[in-house]
């Protein structure tokens, strides 16, 4: 007698194993992802520092050919001045070279200030970096637990991966679509009846379709309340049988 629900009943054993697998990851893939956004925010601050220091940069030595020429300029009037017929002629040369010294103190100051902004950007520069290289360091370690848990599993996840494929290429594609739906809703889509209950919602199951349950085996029965595939306690699962597939 064709007992229809075994297929299922291998895959349900089969899913509950590399379902454990997929949780002893735990948090490790979140947890990677959020390092990852923290690297991103942190290598997009540095950035913006960079960007600050570099403006100041071009700004103070711009400021330096600046001050070079405005000295010049003042040299040239001052040499005008031993030069001049009237003191109308020195008045005005005295009155340029009193602008150009202001212009040249001014842009001094301007230069000092900036001075100090680019040494307090260095430091935020480098504290910057310096939580990047933690972050990064975080990352690479996450990386290698995750590398120790994958190894550990890939091995059984590949082998139990191929049994499951072998049982569904094997089994009734509507069945497995049944089964597929439920479990995008339920994990443990397949459930045993034990003591006459569903061990997924552990209601119980009304006598007579436990009685058909036993008296046909090449019947599909799922679970009223919360629509679980039903396996009678009697289909066994040989876990044996299931290795030699792989
Ligand atoms: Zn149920």
Not at 51 to 62: G, M, P, Q
Not at 133 to 148: K, N, R, T
Not at 159 to 182: F, H, P, T, W
Not at 189 to 210: L, N
């Amino acid at each position: 007698m064709k007992i229809s629900i075994l297929p299922i009943a291998k895959l349900a054993f089969i899913d509950k194993i590399l379902d454990e697998y997929k949780n002893d990851m735990g948090d490790l893939p979140d947890l990677i992802k959020g390092k990852e956004a923290e690297i991103h925010n942190a290598k997009a601050k540095i950035m913006d520092t960079e960007t600050i220091l570099n403006d100041i940069r071009e700004f103070v030595s711009t400021a330096k050919l600046t001050l070079v020429t405005l000295k010049d300029k003042e040299d040239k009037l001052i040499q005008q001045q031993f030069l001049v017929r009237n003191n109308k002629e020195f008045d005005a040369l005295s009155a340029e070279i009193s602008t150009l010294k202001s212009e040249h103190e001014k842009l001094s100051v301007a230069m000092r200030s900036e001075g100090v902004k680019e040494e307090n950007l260095l430091k935020l520069l480098e504290e910057q970096n310096s939580t990047l290289a933690v972050l990064q360091q975080d990352l690479s370690e996450l990386h290698a637990q995750y590398d120790v848990v994958a190894a550990s599993q890939n091995e059984e996840v590949a082998k139990y991966s191929r049994i499951r494929k072998i049982i569904k290429d094997d089994m009734d594609e509507e069945l497995y679509g049944r089964y597929a739906r439920i479990r995008n809703r339920l994990e443990d889509a397949a459930v045993y009846v034990q003591r006459d209950s569903c061990m997924g919602c552990y209601r119980a199951i009304p006598k007579q379709i436990i009685v058909e349950m036993r008296n046909q085996p090449e019947r599909i029965f799922w679970c009223e309340h919360c629509g679980r595939l039903l396996i009678p306690d009697w289909v066994e699962v040989d876990e044996d049988d299931l290795e030699s597939l792989a």
